[in-house]
């Protein structure tokens, strides 16, 4: 059973980066599509980015292309989000999310139906 964890998450000042990394067990990564999502107090769930199984295909949310971006190295089982010039309002609990086995591409607005615990970002001076 796949299992992902979170990490990387912490407090940085605005304009500064962080890098989240999403670790997963249980199953090969190179099977399932992967995204990040993130959520802030009293705001809904947002999609952040994917990347899919074959690692070809890449999606942004419109608030962050262009500063973040999605990588994965299977031989660590991981996925990471590199975040650059971060900003207040991208203070969140960030997760990560499997798409179901043998998924095809990756979406922001599929369903993903394995969770992370989440890790959160704080952007503040």
């Known amino acids: 059973q796949l299992q992902l964890v979170e990490s990387g998450g912490g407090l940085v000042q605005p304009g500064g980066s962080l890098r989240l990394s999403c670790a997963a067990s249980?199953?090969?990564?190179?099977?399932?599509?992967i995204g990040w999502f993130r959520q802030a107090p009293g705001k809904e769930r947002e999609g952040v980015s994917c990347?899919?199984?074959?690692?070809?295909?890449?999606n942004y949310g419109d608030s962050v292309k262009g500063r973040f971006v999605i990588s994965r190295d299977i031989t660590k089982s991981t996925v990471y989000l590199q975040m650059n010039s971060l900003r207040p309002e991208d203070t969140a609990m960030y997760y990560c999310?499997?798409?179901?086995?043998?998924?095809?591409?990756?979406?922001?607005?599929?369903?993903?139906?394995?969770w992370g615990q989440g890790t959160q970002v704080t952007v503040s001076s």
């Open positions: 249980g199953l090969a990564l190179s099977v399932y599509g």
């Open positions: 999310a499997a798409l179901p086995r043998w998924a095809l591409g990756c979406s922001l607005t599929a369903t993903y139906n394995t």
């Open positions: 990347i899919s199984r074959d690692g070809r295909s890449t």
